[in-house]
């Protein structure tokens, strides 16, 4: 079965920092991994996501991702936080044999200026 | 290029009336998923369907959650004679077709905010 996890349910910091959302997932098959960002009151957008080929997967809005095997992780970092960026952000996992996906519990980003 | 479709965008039902959320999915996709969203609990997957067809509904409360994909028209989830609890936004989702295992994105409409009074 697939799980995924995601430490701390909000994040803050301050425009121009380094943004770190991190996301660790259980998959007992070799693992799809996606980022999603929610907007208040909208719907969710991919970011990116990791379908076996490079381990590092950019995104939109400057966001990159890592995919580590022996840590089962899959972190979403950008080098400099603008305001806009202020979000939810969830990490899903799929690969069991239908097509849902299986999300975190999310992190709310704060972004101070 | 229309997205996935959600309407009503806001519901307001009193206990024990019953709730409708529709939902198109976007042009050319035939899987339609249904999540729900409770504040800090993330979404939670309800249900997976293709053209008239129920795939996997292992997410769906067992008593008055049904839901609905026919041949012609919007998926529709139903929730019967509705309580406070069921306040929530439900989401649906789309994809053209699923590999095995899902290699694809899913897309994502602007979701149904269902309040209970």
Known sequence: AQSVT????????????????????????????FWYVQYPNQGLQLLLKYTSAATLVKGIN?????????????????????????AEYFCAVSGGSQGNLIFGKGTKLSVKP | NAGVM??????????????RLRCSPMKGHSHVYWY???PEEGLKFMVYLQKENIIDESGMPKERFSAEFPKEGP???????????????????????VGTPNTGELFFGEGSRLTVL
């Open chain 2, 75 to 97: 998926s529709i989830l139903r929730i019967q004679q509705v309580v406070r609890g069921d306040s929530a936004a439900y989401f649906c989702a789309s994809s053209p077709a």
């Open chain 2, 36 to 38: 729900r969203q409770l």
């Open chain 1, 6 to 33: 995601q430490l701390g349910s909000h994040v803050s910091v301050s425009e121009g920092a380094l943004v770190l959302l991190r996301c660790n997932y259980s998959s007992s098959v070799p693992p799809y991994l």
């Open chain 1, 62 to 86: 400057g966001f990159e991702a890592e995919f580590k095997k022996s840590e089962t992780s899959f972190h979403l970092t950008k080098p400099s936080a603008h305001m806009s960026d202020a």
């Open chain 2, 6 to 19: 959600q309407n009503p965008r806001h519901l307001v039902r009193r206990r024990g009336q019953e709730a």
